[in-house]
């Protein structure tokens, strides 16, 4: 079993910054990637970012292309999500998450963070 803590969320202004952070542990050995989705009210979850262990790839959604930036360290299980130029349609409940298996699929979550961006 997988236990994934997030921590870094908060309330904040249009235009500001905060860093999201996860720590997986439990057996995590075959961690293939990891990533954040975000889910607002009454809508379903979406995919923001995710990294691959395996040559280090990061993929983004188009809505945070430029302004999110995803890393992590393998060795620790861990990943980060900076995000800049924040938006109040950012504003959501953020969920860490690790895939594994073959083909690998995101089947670990965090309990979620909440991002608020105050215009």
């Known amino acids: 079993q997988v236990q994934l803590v997030e921590s870094g969320g908060g309330l904040v202004q249009a235009g500001d910054s905060l860093r999201l952070s996860c720590a997986a542990s439990?057996?995590?050995?075959?961690?293939?990637?990891m990533g954040w989705f975000r889910q607002e009210p009454g809508k379903e979850r979406e995919f923001v970012a995710a990294?691959?262990?395996?040559?280090?790839?990061?993929y983004y959604a188009d809505s945070v292309k430029g302004r999110f930036t995803i890393s992590g360290d393998s060795a620790k299980n861990t990943v980060y999500l900076q995000m800049n130029s924040l938006k109040p349609e950012d504003t959501a409940i953020y969920y860490c998450?690790?895939?594994?298996?073959?083909?690998?699929?995101?089947?670990?979550w965090g309990q979620g963070i909440q991002v608020t961006v105050s215009s």
């Open positions: 998450t690790l895939a594994t298996g073959s083909p690998p699929r995101f089947d670990s």
């Open positions: 990294i691959n262990w395996s040559g280090g790839y990061s």
């Open positions: 439990g057996r995590t050995f075959s961690s293939y990637a």
